[in-house]
């Protein structure tokens, strides 16, 4: 029996050091200081001028275009008057991924999805004042900061400030973390 095209993507992205000589972060700071934004002209630097085989070519060229186009989603959202939203934000995703090799960011046009194998939160840039933090705690009781919210999350919290993504919070997110594996 094949692996699945997840575990072939895994194996691809974990074997980019050894095959390339790079990581991917090493890759897409290349591409991303080119400023080529095409996925041919990407192919074409990776293959001519470093000598990359065509299959880990077309991977690294794919995940620099998504990390481009994730940087602009991200962007828009924090845009305009949702700009002092930002810090905030960097420091969700950076708890987020503390919690593990596995958390995916997956920016979506008015939110992002924080995910393992299924999704464990979600930041919503709600007004220019406050983010919505949805949790997927399902089966715990509402509190009065963590509210009943969908079916998607089943708790939010609502936060302004950087202060208000206290300890108490980063525990029900890493609660779900723990619970999406």
């Known amino acids: ?4 095209p997840e575990d072939q993507l895994a194996t691809m992205l974990a074997n980019i050091p050894d095959k390339t000589g790079k990581t991917l972060p090493e890759w897409l700071a290349i591409v991303a200081k080119s400023g ?17 085989t ?9 995940k620099a275009r998504e990390t481009s186009e994730e940087v ?19 420091d969700i995703v950076k708890f987020a991924q503390s919690l593990g090799s ?25 007004t220019k004042t406050r983010i919505d933090l949805g949790i997927a705690l399902k089966g715990e009781n509402p509190t009065a900061r963590l509210e009943s919210y969908n079916a998607m999350c089943s ?27």
């Not at 065509?54 to 794919?62: D, R, S």
């Not at 602009?72 to 960097?90: C, F, I, N």
């Not at 960011?105 to 979600?122: D, E, G, H, Y």
């Open 1 to 4: 029996m094949g692996s699945s």
């Open 36 to 52: 080529l934004e095409k996925h041919g002209a990407i192919l074409k630097l990776l293959k001519e001028q470093h000598g990359v």
């Open 54 to 62: 065509h299959g880990f070519a077309n991977l690294i060229a794919t």
């Open 72 to 90: 602009d989603l991200v962007s828009a959202q924090y845009a305009g008057p949702k700009e002092t939203l930002r810090p905030l934000y960097e």
């Open 102 to 126: 596995d958390v995916e960011i997956a920016p979506k046009k008015t939110s992002v999805s924080l995910r393992r194998k299924k999704q464990f939160a979600l930041i919503t840039p709600a």
């Open 155 to 181: 708790h939010r919290v609502r936060l302004e400030t950087v202060t208000d993504f206290d300890d108490e919070v980063k525990g029900w997110v890493k609660e779900a973390y723990s619970r999406s594996g």
